[in-house]
């Protein structure tokens, strides 16, 4: 394999440029310029990577190793995409830009704050590329660090006491998951040889069954029966990633720091970093937990349609923007926890195969098409907060139709996109998700439909109240956007109306993914 | 009445204890050293006597050193209330007060 | 017993050659540079110092040697020339941090003691018998002793200094005392006749009181609960750079031997897979033996030494406390004595020492312009000086546990060596949580120090710190080394791995 190690360079392309951009000083238009200029390299790396990447196939591609690291702990340098980690990466390189090009306002050390949003994106790519588990909690945590101080030091008013709990709740998470891999390892190392991290040979034993036999064999722990001990070790990986999605009730964290970040920062937390834990779910509790999942369906599924539906209440109730949103954000990937956790569902019964394939094509464009949109929403957001020195209050604003038309028409689109509108983005992804669990799981996919009827009322309600009308003489001078804003907002715009209206651009490439997945559920 | 190794080895921890005592209550950093000075020389009584009894000299070489060792530190020491006397005038330990919590 | 002279020489170059040059240190600070200013005299018998050092260094790398002289009393081997090179290498950073220091007219003196340390701690980490374990570690702590009085124009250096002697002291007579009971028990000083002797007699009353004594000196050494009070003090009111070299060198080489001791000396029979005279700290199944006692002590200084970092304002003060919770940590690889274990404990004391002179590096750096290490005196550091405080955020991050740093690594490895060697029952996973929680915590009073220097705002009238290019360049250093000790564990640890191997622990 003597190929050009790509990712290694996607990966490591963002955290050069970020020494670089931060070790630069004061220059805050360079060091702009720059992290633009790596950026987009990265963007089109990842472009590059997505054309010669073989959509026939659900197998990693582009693998790097696996090398060895640490030997001694079985640590690996191993690499690879398949359909999902690739349309991760594309996300990231594709929402990291429209952060940087949203904050163009930064005044305070902006070579720090460039760096640190580049530092965040290699660890995001490092987090949708890694395939074993300490090379991956490395990225993992590695992404953490610069996000903390994206909110902490550029944020609203109570940035510190949001980063703060944002910090802990994840941290925690972290740690149970961390304790509960530690137990894994532990379980399947032998004498003179390490136990193992490496997540496609986990996946290998969970399968064979092999992992079943081992924990409570290796593990017996004082009077936990082994049921038990699975479940233990098992609800600690879960932690980890229920409260980065974030499932309810781990969730509370989410809004505070979404609504304190300032808006571009909150583009990457929530368009990136969320689907790290809607990813972790897919790509490491499915495969190698799923028949814990399966033992405790009905509660996970329960927590799901919990979080759909009172996320979309919670959302409704707002009278901030952000809030709003950062609510609406918990509501759609709701939609993605539920469908992964119905797929756990029937293990055995190989006559599902087609909806379970349906549910996690809707995943995985439901994660990119939700970072695409949230990503845009809050642009837009940073830009009224721009306008209007700061306000983002439901009821601050009204009739800027009549002022702003082509603003309005462009968060429109957006924001019917998040409310689900067939013909664009946001359709296809519910639209497949709905309809691979219906099957599987009735009762939980026919309560989560109130999860999108609130989700409409609400957004019909900003739309109402922001958009139309009576003008709010205040806002008689808001300006409408420049030629500037309006050719780079356009990008995404348009990029909706690809996907909503020829949604096989993306499913090509991951949809042998999501079949490869189904299949290798079955043992 | 034969004298033990028992005997011996109860002198050594009076010794002991009546040094650490020293240590805890007493507050004039000379008579302290002389504290410490009482719990090494303590522990140089076990050694030689268990040398005795079990009839090899390992214990008694190594009574020599920490004699050695025990005087490099009385030595230090001084050298250490010699400094402390000429910034404070004091030689007691309620005055080493200046760092707190 | 025949002993050839040259052949022990030999054994001993390296710290004959620190001797040397703690020797030519003195001498040409008395002689030839006796003149010039003080900065000069620093940089030039520093430099003859750090040639010193790596002399040595160079010399154990070329000449490898597995020997054992006078029945145990200096133990070469791949194992303990690891350590030393560690050793060496700390010392180095420490002699290089301090050249920036004027609180010293006496530069020939201070550099020698800390060379004289520095041997104390190498013959340390060579002793398998207990006379020899006694005296180098009076020869380190003497030295250490004078090199925290260093500064005599502040009050607080003598204070810290006698509070640091008496103390020490004082566990000295603890562990001397426990050592003859030993003595006296086996008739034996050598560390591998005792465990012998000691095989099959159980746990005798006698050897419990030696075994809390010997535990005692140990937990002084390494500033754990409840024999931690010299710490805070001792780190506060030294001399920047002799507080390193205490935080560091000396740890390391503690840890070290304390794990020898406990691992060669204490482990009895086995019976029901429970070494007799270790015990067992697993959860509800605690067996009397050492391990207990140390498990206790473990808990009690992450405790402890966490709650009260918190509230600390002088960070020298702060990184003591974290030191006194770090030991905690490092209990826990002690507490689990095995080859694993050993070296996922020297992986951790010497990143640790490493991450922990940088932190002082730092202090130094502010405490030299602003005189006092106060929280607030590095309020903006950031904008005053961005390459000090970016190597003080990577040690910081390190000592918190971050990834990719080398202390995220050492967290992980001494944890994950004790939860092996607690299985198959997880005994010490109790612990283990304990640890874990504890250092989030850290976490929290680490980022208080990054938010003055990152959040704060610069006091008014503040300026740009100059601080000296060779300063900068160590501290980047050791930062860089931190990172890559992090990222790439498995140059340290492979080594340690097959170093140990080749030891047969």
Redesign the interface.
């Known amino acids: 394999m003597n190929e050009l190690p790509i990712l290694t360079i996607i990966t490591l392309l963002p955290l050069v440029s970020g020494i670089v951009v931060?070790g630069l000083?004061e220059h805050r238009k360079l060091a702009r310029g720059l992290a633009l200029t790596s950026s987009f390299l990265s963007l089109a790396l990842v472009l590059g990577l997505w054309r010669s990447f073989d959509g026939n196939s659900g197998l990693l591609q582009f693998v790097e190793g696996p090398h060895?690291?640490?030997?001694?702990?079985g640590v690996q340098y191993y690499l690879g995409v398949d359909g999902l980690g690739l349309l991760m990466v594309l996300l990231t390189a594709l929402v990291v830009p429209m952060s940087l090009l949203a904050s163009g306002r930064v005044a305070d050390?902006p070579h720090?704050y460039y760096g640190l949003v580049l530092f965040l994106q290699a660890g995001l790519v490092g987090t949708f590329t890694a395939l074993n588990f300490f090379h991956w909690?490395?990225f993992w945590?590695?992404s953490l660090?610069p996000a903390f101080?994206l909110v902490?030091?550029w944020g609203g008013a109570a940035r510190a006491a949001a980063a703060t709990q944002f910090?802990?709740y994840t941290?925690?998470g972290s740690?149970a998951m961390?304790?509960a891999f530690?137990?894994i390892?532990?379980a399947t190392?032998e004498p003179g040889q390490p136990g193992v991290f490496d997540f496609i040979t986990l996946a290998d034993m969970a399968r064979s069954g092999t992992l079943e036999q081992l924990l409570p064999?290796?593990?017996?722990?004082?009077d936990l029966t082994a049921r038990k001990l699975l479940l233990v070790v098992f609800g600690g990986a879960l932690l980890g990633f229920a409260v980065k999605v974030p499932m309810m009730p781990f969730h509370t964290w989410l809004p505070a720091a979404y609504s304190e970040a300032s808006s571009p920062v909150t583009m990457l937390l929530t368009g990136v970093m969320s689907k790290m834990g809607v990813y972790g779910f897919v790509r490491i509790l499915l495969p190698i937990f799923p028949q814990h999942i399966n033992w405790m369906l009905t509660p996970l599924l329960w927590l799901a349609v919990i979080t759909i539906v009172f996320s979309a209440c919670a959302a409704f109730a707002q009278r901030d923007l952000k809030r709003m949103l950062a609510y609406s954000s918990i509501n759609h990937l709701g939609y993605c926890l539920l469908a992964v956790f119905a797929v756990a569902k029937f293990t055995n019964a190989p006559q599902f195969a087609t909806e379970k394939a349906a549910a996690l094509n809707g995943v995985f464009l439901q994660m990119f098409n939700h970072g695409l949109t949230a990503a845009a929403l809050f642009w837009f957001v940073a830009l009224i907060e721009q306008r209007s020195g700061g306000l983002r209050g439901l009821n601050d604003f009204g009739g800027l139709r009549k002022v702003a038309p082509i603003f309005c028409g462009l968060m429109g689109i957006a924001l019917f996109s998040s409310l689900g509108l067939p013909g664009l983005n946001g359709f296809v992804g519910e639209f497949l998700i709905f309809k691979g669990v219906f099957p599987l799981a009735p009762w939980a996919a026919a309560f989560s439909v109130i999860g999108l009827l609130v989700t409409a009322i609400f957004i019909l309600t900003i739309l109402q109240r922001v958009f139309n009308g009576p003008l709010n003489e205040k806002w008689s001078k808001f300006p409408d956007l420049t030629l500037g804003e309006i050719a780079l907002l356009i990008i995404p715009i348009a990029l909706m109306f690809v996907l909503g209206l020829y949604p096989r651009l993306v499913l090509d490439v991951i949809n042998a993914t999501a079949v490869q997945m189904v299949e290798q559920l079955k043992f | 009445m034969n004298v033990g190794l028992e005997h011996y080895l109860v002198v050594s921890a009076l010794l002991f204890a009546l040094g650490l005592l020293g240590v805890i209550t007493r507050r004039n950093l000379l008579v302290l050293y002389m504290s410490l000075e009482l719990m090494l020389n303590s522990a140089n009584l076990a050694l030689v006597s268990f040398s005795r009894f079990n009839d090899n000299l390992n214990g008694q070489v190594m009574v020599f050193f920490i004699i050695t060792v025990a005087a490099a530190e009385v030595a230090v020491g001084l050298a250490l209330i010699v400094a402390l006397y000429r910034k404070r005038q004091t030689a007691h330990v309620e005055d080493l007060t200046s760092m707190k919590l | 017993m025949n002993v050839s002279y040259l052949e022990l020489l030999k054994l001993a170059a390296p710290e004959t050659i620190v001797v040397l040059t703690a020797l030519a240190a003195l001498v040409v600070d008395l002689t030839s540079t006796r003149d010039l200013e003080a900065r000069f005299r620093f940089i030039i018998n520093g430099m003859i110092a750090c040639a010193g050092c790596v002399a040595a260094i160079v010399w154990m790398l070329v000449m490898p040697a597995h020997a054992n002289a006078l029945e145990g009393m200096f133990v070469v081997d791949p194992l303990t020339q690891v350590v030393k090179i560690a050793l060496l290498g700390l010392t180095l950073f420490t002699v290089l941090i301090s050249m920036d220091s004027t609180f010293t007219e006496h530069i020939g003196e201070y550099l020698a003691l800390i060379l004289l340390a520095a041997v104390g701690m190498m013959f340390l980490v060579s002793a398998e018998d207990i006379l020899m374990i006694f005296i180098s570690l009076e020869l380190t702590s003497l030295s250490l002793y004078i090199l925290a009085a260093f500064n005599k124009r502040d009050v607080n250096s003598a204070e810290a200094a006698l509070k640091y002697f008496l103390f020490g002291g004082m566990a000295a007579a603890f562990t001397l005392f426990g050592l003859s009971l030993l003595y006296g028990l086996s008739g034996a000083t050598n560390l591998g006749q005792i465990a012998a002797a000691l095989e099959d007699k159980g746990l005798d009353p006698l050897l419990i009181v030696a075994m809390v004594m010997i535990v005692l000196g140990f937990g002084f050494k390494v500033a754990a609960v409840p024999f931690h009070l010299w710490a805070p003090d001792a780190y506060q009111g030294a001399p920047t750079p002799s507080a390193a070299f205490i935080a560091s060198g000396s740890k390391v080489a503690s840890f070290f031997i304390f794990a020898k001791v406990m691992m060669i000396g204490f482990t009895g029979g086995e019976t029901n897979g429970v070494h007799e005279i270790a015990g067992s700290a697993a959860?509800?199944q605690f067996v009397s033996g050492w391990t207990p006692v140390v498990a206790v002590v473990a808990v009690l200084s992450m405790l402890l030494g966490n709650l009260v970092a918190i509230v600390q304002s002088s960070v020298k003060r702060l990184i003591a406390y974290s030191a006194i919770a770090h030991a905690g940590y490092m209990l826990i690889g002690v507490m689990a004595h095995s080859g694993e274990a050993v070296?996922s404990l020297v992986y951790y004391a010497v990143t640790y020492g490493l991450t922990t002179i940088g932190a002082f590096g730092v202090v130094a750096v502010v405490e030299a312009r602003s005189k006092d290490d106060q929280l607030a005196s590095f309020a903006g550091l950031?904008r005053r000086a961005?390459v000090v405080s970016?190597c003080m955020m990577i040690f910081m991050?390190s000592l918190a546990g971050?990834?990719?740093l080398a202390g995220?690594?050492g967290k992980?490895?001494v944890?994950?060596a004790a939860?092996?060697t607690g299985?198959?029952?997880?005994g010490l996973?109790w612990l283990?949580?304990l640890a874990?929680?504890m250092s989030?915590v850290s976490?929290y009073y680490y980022l208080q120090v990054l938010k003055q220097i990152?959040?704060a705002d610069m006091p008014a009238g503040a300026e740009e710190l100059r601080v000296p290019v060779l300063g900068q360049v160590v501290l980047g250093l050791i930062a860089v080394g931190v990172i890559l000790l992090g990222c790439?564990?498995?140059l340290l640890?492979?080594v340690l791995?097959a170093s140990i191997k080749a030891a047969g622990l």
């Open positions: 931060a000083g060895a690291w640490i030997p001694t702990l050390r720090v909690f490395i945590e590695l660090i101080f902490r030091l910090f802990v941290m925690v740690i961390l304790l530690l137990a390892f532990l190392s064999a290796k593990l017996g722990w004082i | 959860w509800q070296a950031s961005p970016l991050l971050i990834p990719p995220f690594f992980f490895y944890f994950a939860l092996k299985a198959p029952n997880l996973l283990v949580i874990i929680a989030a976490f990152y959040v790439a564990p498995n640890v492979g791995q």
